[in-house]
Antibody, heavy 119, light 109 residues
Framework: QVQLVESGGGVVQPGGSLRLSCVAS????????MHWVRQSPGKGLEWVAF????????YYADSVKGRFTISRDNSKNTLYLQMNSLIFEDTAVYYC????????????WGQGTLVTVSA | EIVLTQSPGTLSLSPGERATLSCRAS???????LTWYQQKPGQAPRLLIY???SRATGIPDRFSGSGSGTDFTLTISRLEPEDFAVYYC??????????FGQGTKLEIK
């Protein structure tokens, strides 16, 4: 079965950096685009970033552009999110999600990892 | 950027009743790009409906989606206790951003 397991969350000071990982299993990782989505405490969902199946293209929400970098290592079935210049508003649970076929939404999600930006 | 507005913010119903959730877009788009998710407390979202009306794998047929243009609807025909959750619509189009609505909380009356 499809599994996505995030890790790397924690507490970081404003201006700091953190790298999240998402290990995938149960599907052909190198055939699917992948997303990061975040959810601030008690709030709704915010799409963060997307990367093509082969890593050749990346897209970002305006709120993180220039500070976050999405990448993947298909040999390790792993998705990454490098987060730099963190601000308080980046505090959230970060989910990785698999792109469904065509316009099939985000069909599988990880359990999320919490990032807290605090002085 | 397309803005999605969901209504109502909170919907209070009893098990067995019918639920109708609305998602209105700031501009028209193809129904192929409208997706619905369910999220229960402490859990990740789960894909319910894609392409406005196609149920995802394993989703019971009491869930249905409809709509076009700027107005989309998620209907739950007969509420089961496990259906009480927060529901989000999403515009998942050709290019990002892939915006979500603010959510509708479906609570037990």
């Amino acid at each position: 079965q499809v599994q996505l397991v995030e890790s790397g969350g924690g507490v970081v000071q404003p201006g700091g950096s953190l790298r999240l990982s998402c290990v995938a299993s149960g599907f052909t990782f190198n055939s699917h685009g992948m997303h990061w989505v975040r959810q601030s405490p008690g709030k709704g969902l915010e799409w963060v970033a997307f990367i093509w199946y082969d890593g050749r293209n990346e897209y970002y929400a305006d709120s993180v552009k220039g500070r976050f970098t999405i990448s993947r290592d298909n040999s390790k079935n792993t998705l990454y999110l490098q987060m730099n210049s963190l601000i308080f508003e980046d505090t959230a649970v970060y989910y990785c999600a698999k792109k469904g076929v065509g316009w099939g939404g985000f069909d599988y999600w990880g359990q999320g990892t919490l990032v807290t930006v605090s002085a | 950027e397309i803005v999605l507005t969901q209504s109502p913010g909170t919907l209070s119903l009893s098990p067995g009743e019918r639920a109708t959730l609305s998602c209105r877009a700031s501009q028209s788009f193809s129904s192929s790009y409208l997706t619905w998710y369910q999220q229960k407390p402490g859990q990740a979202p789960r894909l319910l409906i894609y392409g406005a009306s196609s149920r995802a794998t394993g989703i019971p047929d009491r869930f249905s989606g409809s709509g076009s243009g700027t107005d989309f609807t998620l209907t739950i025909s007969r509420l089961e206790p496990e259906d009480f959750a927060v529901y989000y619509c999403q515009h998942y189009g050709i290019s990002p951003p892939y915006t979500f609505g603010q959510g509708t909380k479906l609570e037990i009356k």
